[in-house]
Antibody
Framework: QVQLVQSGAEVKKPGASVKVSCKAS????????MHWVRQAPGQGLEWMGW????????NYAQKFQGRVTMTRDTSISTAYMELSRLASDDTAVYYC????????????WGQGTLVTVSS | EIVMTQSPATLSVSPGERATLSCRAS??????LAWYQQKPGQAPRLLMY???IRATGIPARFSGSGSGTEFTLTISSLQSEDFAVYYC??????????FGQGTKVEIK
């Protein structure tokens, strides 16, 4: 069965960077795009970008351009999302989410990683 | 940018009653719309895609309709496990904004 297992919670200081991992299993990793979506406490879902695990190509939401980097390691079926220059309003649960195909809807979600930014 | 607007923000419904959730896109997205259900402390779960196709394992009491700019998610007879927040999402163009702000379905 498809599983996306994310790394554990992080606490970071303002200005720092965070890197969240998402290990995929149960399917061919390079066959499906991966999205990253975040959710601030009590708020809705915010799309950050996607990565094509096959080519490594990425597309980021304009809001995060210059601050987010999505990468992957196909040898271990793992996607990564790194967000730099963290501020308090980056405190959120970050989800990886598998695209059904190539930039369509999301059919599987990771369990989420809470990133807390606090001085 | 495509703005997805959901209404109402909160829907109070008694168990066994029908719930109707709306989602409007600021421009046509054809049928490239998905619905997700999210319960507290959990990741979202895919309910519908293609505006009206139930995802695997989703009960028949959930149905979707619409195309273009107006969409509806209907839950025919609310069960206790259906009380949650529901998000619509357009995937016609992810770069243009994607998720609605959510509708909370609560027990009346």
């Amino acid at each position: 069965q498809v599983q996306l297992v994310q790394s554990g919670a992080e606490v970071k200081k303002p200005g720092a960077s965070v890197k969240v991992s998402c290990k995929a299993s149960g399917y061919t990793f390079i066959g499906y795009y991966m999205h990253w979506v975040r959710q601030a406490p009590g708020q809705g879902l915010e799309w950050m970008g996607w990565i094509n695990p096959n080519s490594g190509g990425t597309n980021y939401a304009q809001k995060f351009q210059g601050r987010v980097t999505m990468t992957r390691d196909t040898s271990i079926s793992t996607a990564y999302m790194e967000l730099s220059r963290l501020a308090s309003d980056d405190t959120a649960v970050y989800y990886c989410a598998r695209d059904h195909g190539a930039v369509a809807y999301v059919d599987y979600w990771g369990q989420g990683t809470l990133v807390t930014v606090s001085s | 940018e495509i703005v997805m607007t959901q209404s109402p923000a909160t829907l109070s419904v008694s168990p066994g009653e029908r719930a109707t959730l709306s989602c409007r896109a600021s421009q046509s997205i054809s049928s490239n719309l998905a619905w997700y259900q999210q319960k507290p402390g959990q990741a979202p779960r895919l309910l519908m895609y293609g505006a009206n196709i139930r995802a695997t394992g989703i009960p028949a009491r959930f149905s979707g309709s619409g195309s273009g700019t107006e969409f509806t998610l209907t839950i025919s007879s609310l069960q206790s496990e259906d009380f949650a927040v529901y998000y619509c999402q357009q995937y016609n163009n992810w770069l243009s904004g994607t998720f609605g702000q959510g509708t909370k379905v609560e027990i009346k």
